[in-house]
């Protein structure tokens, strides 16, 4: 069956950095997007990063554009988000979707404090 799995969430400073993981099965990976979305406590869940199958074209929402970088691994089945300079407004729980199907991962918590 499908599965998705997060990992590499965690507590960081202001300014600080993460990288969050997923690891995929049961689907032909390589032929599909993939995206990071986030839900902050009280917030409705937003789109934060969205790749293509290929690997190219990446698109990001405003509030991360310049900090945050998704990447993929078609070899291992991995997608990755790289945050940079993160900020308290990044704390929430952070999941990767098989985009356009109805398949999420379990999350992981960024919690971004001093």
């Known amino acids: 069956q499908v599965q998705l799995v997060e990992s590499g969430g965690g507590l960081v400073q202001p300014g600080g950095s993460l990288r969050l993981s997923c690891a995929t099965s049961?689907?032909?990976?390589?032929?599909?997007?993939m995206s990071w979305y986030r839900q902050a406590a009280g917030k409705e869940r937003e789109l934060v990063a969205a790749?293509?199958?290929?690997?190219?074209?990446?698109r990001y929402a405003d509030s991360v554009k310049g900090r945050f970088t998704i990447s993929r691994d078609n070899a291992q089945n991995t997608v990755t988000l790289q945050m940079n300079s993160l900020k308290p407004e990044d704390t929430a729980v952070y999941y990767c979707?098989?985009?356009?199907?109805?398949?999420w991962g379990q999350g992981t918590q960024v919690t971004v404090s001093s």
């Open positions: 979707k098989w985009t356009g199907y109805d398949y």
């Open positions: 790749i293509p199958s290929s690997g190219g074209s990446t």
């Open positions: 049961g689907f032909t990976f390589s032929t599909y997007a």
